[in-house]
């Protein structure tokens, strides 16, 4: 086994350095951007957010200054110094919430009166399209012109769709305007206990076990197979949205693993990671993969399939390594990608997922009825990062013929 693990060295050091040079440019790229120095503005210790972000909600705004008794409040003035309201920020107190990929600082603008006038999030990880959808359907305009005090004890549900980014930026709300009427002194969360989160969790951890003994006792589990593609479909995709991709895995490694606040898709990563190194075997591709199960349960409709000459086999499966090789030069040489726009796994997040996404399930999951999986053998850039851990052999020289 040891043996097998080194012979995987050389390109698992290549990767991680890739991976490294990745987090290493675009974490400093996107920390350096909210401490670029404003003429007309002095925040202080506030290198998390601009001018620029204050004009989001102040749009005649021309001067900030922190204030003197309390240096979490940015007082906002206009081009004639009058003032105009302050801005509070979430960050660093709420840095620890975590949405899908990423923690989710907001800004939130009160004018003089302490109402609540706009709240804006700041850089993040988070998936753009998402967080477009999110703000296009007036998510963040739900606090508007509260007073400060009720929009704490405001009781707002998560959207469907983008559940994980929602929930996140719920709780950077509370936390922030939490602080700034303590303050300086975050308030314990005083929240009913999320039966349905629970449910949800306990119904996924038993999927990823269903799973396990499904890969280590797969002959004696076979007739159980349909049951674990279905559960991994509706649980862990529909449901729980607790999948793996090129835009979590980006997010992570550019913000950090959010071990405590997602358990459960740490877990999963680890598994896919730790299980492949060792067996050899295909985990998380094979077992859990909710868009390759939706492929593999639409290609028992039709028992005929479509036989894909040798020759263009051989070539087809160049096309994955290409596509994940791209990604990567892109993110290397300094291009922001939204890679949600690049997988088809964000049809799961049915209301919030783009045309451009949902033509690209639809049309894979079609193929699919003829081709076996085609998304996953020919195009999947998250498979292809798992396959190189798996897979023994050279750099980029894992593509063997298959009959």
Known sequence: MLKKIFSKLPR????????????YLHGNR???KGSVAQPECDLGVHSVFSLTDIQHIFPSAFHAKPSGVDSSVV????VDKVLLGKVICSSPYADSIIGYAGSTPLLVGLNCGDTVVGVSMLRN????????????????KIWNNLPVSEAYGMPVDAMAGATYSTTAIIKNMQVCVGRYLSSGKIPPEHLPFDWMSFLKFAASILVVLFALLSFFFTKQLRKGRNYLLSSAVLIIGLWGGSFLSAALLYGWLVDGFPWAARLLLCTIFVLAVILPLVTGKAFYCNYLCPFGACQELAGKIFPWKLEIPIRVARWLRWLRPLFFASVLILLLVGFSVDLTELEPFSIFAYQTVSAIVMVMAIFFIIVSL???KPWCRFFCPTGEFLELIRK????WGR???KE
């Open 370 to 372: 003829v081709i076996p």
């Open 75 to 78: 007082f906002v003035y206009d």
């Open 125 to 140: 990880v988070e998936s753009p399209g998402f967080i477009r959808k999110i703000e296009k359907r007036g998510f963040f």
């Open 392 to 395: 023994p052999g050279k750099p």
């Open 12 to 23: 698992l050091l290549l990767l991680a350095a890739l991976l490294v040079a990745i987090a």
């Open 30 to 32: 996107s920390h350096s």
């Open 399 to 401: 593509i063997q013929r």
